[in-house]
């Protein structure tokens, strides 16, 4: 079986390694012209890293990046409101890890024989002819394969290609991300919720810190009010120049209305585009290679595998989803009694469900 995946970041990667490692001919094609150098951070969770640890991807991506211990949410003055330690976190699966996104691709892409990833690519088209599929690229030329993958992202040309399109819904907010060169002493993954703005600070490793912000209003970097908050807060915010900032305007979408049309699938956030606040987007990817290539592997019917590879997938990602808006509508409160609601709620959450939520999430169906 020949396999075209359409786009090396995160979802393509892992998707072309998963497919490669069950035996089948997969190869990438990519917009970019080069390895991603720029870029920012983001946090993988237990399950992600358990889906690569299947296909023998979970080492190089856990050396790439810094296990935090635990996981904390405070308050703006620095109230601890909920911790669980490393030793919950392990009981449930792991700690997460923080990972410089750049180097999380180099990681994947270095799995791959040279060659396997073809840059410089931009993919225009996707069709099913007569039982093949065939993606088009700007320059004009083409390629087929039994099936075509669309891991193109969130705004993905090729699901729009195959008639898919996901519409956008809901009103939007501002995240500002960046990563910067300051030796924090270890600790948990932090949330920090004040008013209608949230900080989350993740270490990396080399002494380099991944923060982000997210609040409602655009601007070139994040409310001076984070001045006042609990350290390391201000100190993260006087370390990081404004251009230093990657500021990204994110919007919910509705549901894809299926994942895949003809020999055409879509995988990581093609198929199921999300809010980014539980941090889950990258390892509900690494799940959808790892199923995908469990269903293609030495299947004689591939419509029947495209089936049952969403049916296995799309409950979790679009769990994952839900909670991700719940959490994205509870840190946009910002009238003081809702804050306090907030923070009251929080703070009484039973650690015992906390921990069997974290385990439902984080634990990979059989
Ligand atoms: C503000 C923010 C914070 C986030 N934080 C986290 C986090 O902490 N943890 C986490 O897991 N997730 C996080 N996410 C989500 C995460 O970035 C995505 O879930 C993840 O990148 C999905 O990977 P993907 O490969 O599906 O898509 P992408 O990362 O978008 O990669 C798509 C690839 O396809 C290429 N491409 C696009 N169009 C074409 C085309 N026409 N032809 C060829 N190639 C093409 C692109 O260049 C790119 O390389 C965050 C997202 C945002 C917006």
């Known amino acids: 079986m ?15 390694l998963a497919l490669r490692r069950a035996g089948i001919d997969a190869r990438c ?25 299947r296909f023998h991807a979970g080492d190089v991506v856990r050396a790439a990046g810094l ?26 699966g792991g700690n997460g890890i923080g990972v410089h996104r750049a180097e999380l691709v180099a990681a994947l892409a270095g799995l791959l024989p040279r ?3 073809r840059y410089g690519a931009e993919c225009v088209g996707v069709e099913t002819v007569g039982g093949r599929a065939r993606a088009v690229f700007r320059d004009g030329t083409s390629t087929e394969a039994d099936v075509v993958v669309a891991a193109d992202g969130a705004g993905s040309t090729a ?4 008639g898919l399109d996901v519409p956008w819904r809901g009103g939007g907010s501002t995240v500002w991300r960046a990563v910067v060169e ?9 949330l920090t919720m004040g008013g209608d703005l949230s900080v989350g600070v993740w270490r990396l490793p080399g002494d380099r810190v991944y923060w982000f912000a997210s609040g409602p209003r655009p601007g070139p970097r994040p409310p001076d009010r984070l001045r006042d908050w609990h350290e390391p807060v201000p100190e993260l915010l006087a370390a990081t120049p404004t251009e230093r900032f990657v500021v990204t305007g994110v919007r919910d979408r509705g549901r894809a209305r299926s994942w895949h049309r003809g020999r055409v699938v879509l995988v990581g956030d093609a198929a199921h585009p999300g809010l980014p606040h539980m941090g889950q987007g990258t390892s ?13 592997r030495s299947t004689v019917d591939v419509a029947a595998a495209l089936r049952s590879y969403e049916e296995s997938r799309r409950k979790r990602a679009e769990a994952a989803n839900a909670q991700a808006r719940a959490l994205a509508a509870v840190g946009a409160w910002h009238h003081p009694l809702a804050c306090r609601l907030r923070e009251t709620a929080v703070a009484a959450m039973p650690r015992a469900l906390r921990l069997r ?3 439902a999430l984080f634990r990979l169906p059989r």
Request: charged share 20%.
């Open 115 to 117: 060659g396997t990833v």
């Open 2 to 16: 020949r396999v075209a995946v359409i786009g090396a970041g995160p979802a393509g990667l892992a998707v072309t």
């Open 284 to 296: 509900q990817a690494f799940e959808d290679a790892l199923v995908l290539a469990d269903r293609l």
């Open 159 to 162: 699901r729009a290609a195959i």
């Open 29 to 53: 094609w990519e917009r970019a012209r080069e390895l991603p150098a720029e870029g920012t951070g983001l946090t993988l969770w237990p399950n992600g890293l358990a889906a690569l640890d």
């Open 67 to 92: 296990a935090a211990e635990g996981i904390a949410i405070r308050t703006a003055g620095g109230r601890t409101l909920h911790r669980l330690s490393s030793d919950d976190m392990e009981s449930v």
């Open 182 to 190: 300051l030796g924090l002493p270890p600790g948990p993954g932090l």
């Open 357 to 359: 939520q974290l385990a």
